[in-house]
């Protein structure tokens, strides 16, 4: 059975950090590109990061604006998990925080979530002090 699990969400003060996994079961996630997505509540999910497929060591990441310079993206294909660094965190980096897997080499972070294959449960960040 497939599964994306996310894990390490929580509570953090305004400028902490998180790091964010996305944990595949049931397929390969290197066939796959990967991206986070979030949702506030009365918001529309949105795209935060996605990475490309990554045979060897190079891949491409994507980013929305408002987390460039404090969130990294990256893949480590040998124990099938994608990492969200979240560094810098802000009050309206608050969401649920979503992975998502889509079968495809590239990535955007202008994605249609319905292009995606399969979606993680999500995974609670508050950021408040």
């Known amino acids: 059975q497939v599964h994306l699990v996310e894990s390490g969400g929580g509570l953090v003060q305004p400028g902490g950090s998180l790091r964010l996994s996305c944990a595949a079961s049931?397929?390969?996630?290197?066939?796959?590109?990967i991206g986070w997505f979030r949702q506030a509540p009365g918001k529309e999910r949105e795209g935060v990061s996605c990475?490309?497929?990554?045979?060897?060591?190079?891949?491409?990441?994507d980013y929305a604006d408002s987390v460039k310079g404090r969130f990294t993206i990256s893949r480590d294909n040998a124990k099938n998990t994608v990492y969200l660094q979240m560094n810098s965190l802000k009050p309206e980096d608050t969401a649920v925080y979503y992975c998502?897997?889509?079968?495809?080499?590239?990535?955007?972070?202008?994605?249609?979530?319905?292009?995606?294959?399969?979606w993680g449960q999500g995974t609670q960040v508050t950021v408040s002090s």
């Open positions: 998502a897997a889509d079968l495809a080499w590239a990535c955007s972070i202008s994605t249609p979530t319905g292009a995606y294959d399969y």
């Open positions: 990475i490309s497929r990554s045979p060897g060591s190079t891949y491409y990441a």
């Open positions: 049931g397929f390969t996630l290197d066939y796959y590109a």
